[in-house]
């Protein structure tokens, strides 16, 4: 978990203000090496950009080693190319897409994940022989919150195994390949067993089809959000799915490529955000740390509520008190974390720690707050790579006409 020390947070604000996202360009590299070395020889990284789309970020993760992207919408295809991945390097994995983003993502030559009946259809009549995977439900949903659940009987995402003759059937009339098969069980799983589980589900589903380059098996890869708390072993997690894999191969009748789409595991250790305490008030023995960040710039607590440890940099040594660090957003669940820190002060600087990973890219200018500066600690040296907006470039970029 990055927490840059006192002397370089203090440089930081004293540049470049708060609140401020700050990332640690070695852990984003470290953390593509560890995932490398777990998975297994034909394993590829597609890291799923919806979870950070800073673009100085997707460079550096793809100068690591990643081998393509997971995109969810037209304009994130169009930053992953502007970051240099080409059209092969990219996935599209969309929600409830209509005909127009389907033919946005044909025209780029990128491979859909489609994920619903009526996709497939749609998209076979405008494209008839066309390449294309099939996000499948497993059956089989985790996650550390039930919001980000995205497999089992009630999400909202991926086709039916029951609905295998309808692919089959629309797929014949439309001449369409299928050269891949997807699923994503949720976001945040620490133990293999359910992994394990949800592969040898879509294995089972893959085998309906022939030939495919690539198997898909989604991201979700826990991180720590609690300090001292112990890493996940991903070497683990492919270690209890090899078997599968091998005898899925020979069935399969040629070698295939195992995609992965790791977000949050990528990125989210990776980054802090620093902020300053701005009042502090008490309540019927509630102590309120008022701070000058807040839930349009880490909704994460608000919108399932997440936890992410705090730290006080300027008083690390102080005594602990049990408080409730709220933002400066008018809302009531504004609430960035109710945890015991060390004594804060107003001016204090705060990190807030594992907040690399749909903190940034979740942010809003909500109550016309600007978003916040992005820093990149490369080797002790800070580089910006989002400056905080003022308030004509935010008028400018929200559109409106006079």
């Known amino acids: 978990m990055y927490c840059p020390d006192v002397k370089l947070a203090e440089r930081i604000v004293s540049e470049f203000g708060t609140p401020v996202f700050v990332t640690d360009r070695s852990r984003l590299e470290n953390q593509v090496k560890i995932l490398k070395e777990a998975m297994p020889k034909n394993g590829k990284i ?16 793809k ?11 037209p304009f994130e295809i169009e930053m992953a190319m502007e970051s240099g991945f080409s059209s092969f390097q990219i996935i599209f994995t969309g929600n409830n897409s209509d005909n127009h983003e389907l033919e946005e993502v044909h025209n780029h030559s990128i491979i859909p994940n489609l994920g619903s009946i009526s996709e497939l259809k749609r998209f076979g009549d405008m494209f008839p022989g066309a390449e294309v995977s099939i996000r499948f439900n497993p059956g089989i949903g985790a996650g550390e919150f039930k919001d980000v659940v995205t ?8 086709v039916l195994e029951s609905e295998l003759k309808d692919v089959k059937r629309i797929t014949s009339e439309c001449k369409l390949k299928i050269i891949g098969v997807h699923c994503h069980i949720g976001s945040g799983f620490y133990k293999a067993k359910i992994f394990k589980k949800a592969v040898k589900s879509i294995l089972k589903i893959a085998r309906n089809f022939q030939r495919l380059k690539f198997v898909d098996i989604g991201g979700g890869f826990g991180v720590r959000y609690e300090n001292g708390s112990k890493e996940i072993d991903i070497r683990e997690f492919f270690d209890s799915i090899s078997s599968d894999l091998e005898k899925f191969e020979i069935d399969n009748g040629c070698e295939f ?7 949050k595991f990528l990125v989210a250790e990776s980054t802090c955000l620093l902020a300053k305490v701005t009042n502090i008030k008490k309540n019927s023995g509630n102590v309120f740390v008022g701070t000058d960040t807040g839930m349009n710039h880490i909704l994460r607590p608000a919108l399932y509520s997440a936890h992410h440890h705090i730290v006080n940099l300027s008083n690390e040594g102080g005594n602990k008190k049990k408080v409730s660090v709220v933002g400066n957003i008018c809302e009531s669940t504004d609430v960035i974390s109710v945890a015991k820190i060390s004594s804060p002060r107003e001016g204090d600087i705060l990190a807030i720690l594992t907040a690399g990973a749909y903190c940034a890219s979740m942010s ?8 916040a500066a992005e820093i990149l600690v490369e080797k002790g040296s800070a580089r910006l790579i989002r400056e905080s907006l003022s308030f004509s470039s935010l ?8």
């Open 46 to 61: 597609f890291y799923a950009m919806k979870a950070n789309y800073n673009p100085a970020i997707l460079k550096v993760l």
């Open 63 to 73: 100068y690591a080693g990643v081998d393509g992207i997971d995109s969810v919408s």
């Open 151 to 158: 497999g089992g009987s009630k999400s909202k995402f991926g």
């Open 257 to 263: 490529d195992l995609i992965v789409e790791p977000g």
């Open 364 to 371: 809003s200018a909500y109550n016309l707050r600007p978003y």
């Open 395 to 402: 008028y400018k970029g929200l559109g409106f006409k006079k």
